[in-house]
């Protein structure tokens, strides 16, 4: 789990959380199965993300959804649980290492129905979906290098009005002091992402930073 944002003291993030729709027993399984990997688990959407995911999902009123990077399955388990009835998710992984984790919980909530999981390069997936703009909402918390190609595929199939999510945008607040090609790369994303006139974009100061992006 994901256990302090950038620019929130613990105490404070404590009590938001006490103040926001808790993890329910489902999730908090996924959070302590997750933990057993300590060097992985920080890829992990952290709880305040889960609960911002569904209620995102569910005002959209979104009955068709994607994502890039399944890991354990607590965001498409957040996604899934805000579609419409009859809704579904696509979500995208390049192995089953740890999708066995993702699979129990979505079964546990009830959700299984709702989720398409495909294992394969992402960007595979995402061209084999249908080409008309038909998706409410998109989330991509996978390879940062990849993030432009990503947004590319699912905005031509973004209904206008849609959504799409992209995690760790402050990477840590190495935005501002970059030490990899990693941090380059996503600041050279959100630079693009802010400039693109087919999208209105606001950044979220939640866990590691989110940006959503509306399409015009």
Known sequence: MKESTLLMPSELREYMLAHSSPLDAVQRRVVERTSTF????????????????????RTLGA????????????????????????GRLVTCE?????????????????VEDRIDLRIAPALDTLR???????LDFSFVDADKIGYPD????LLVRT?????????????SGRVLRPES????????????????????????????GMTLAWRK
């Open 128 to 134: 084999a979906l249908p080409a008309e703009p038909y």
């Open 159 to 171: 209904r206008p009005g849609g959504i799409l999510a992209f995690d760790n945008v402050f990477r």
């Open 63 to 86: 009955g068709q959804a994607a994502e890039v990077g399944t890991f354990t399955g607590l965001s498409a388990l957040a996604i899934a649980r805000g579609l419409q009835p009859g």
């Open 38 to 57: 300590p060097t992985m688990a920080h890829w992990q959407t952290a709880p305040e993300q889960s609960a911002f995911l569904t209620l995102l999902v």
């Open 150 to 153: 990503y947004f590319e595929e």
């Open 94 to 110: 390049i192995s089953d290492d740890f999708t066995g984790i993702a699979r129990e919980a979505w079964r546990a909530a009830g």
């Open 181 to 208: 090609e990693v941090d380059e790369a996503v600041i050279d994303f959100n630079a693009r992402l802010v400039k693109d006139d087919r999208v209105d974009v606001v950044m979220v100061p939640i866990a590691d």
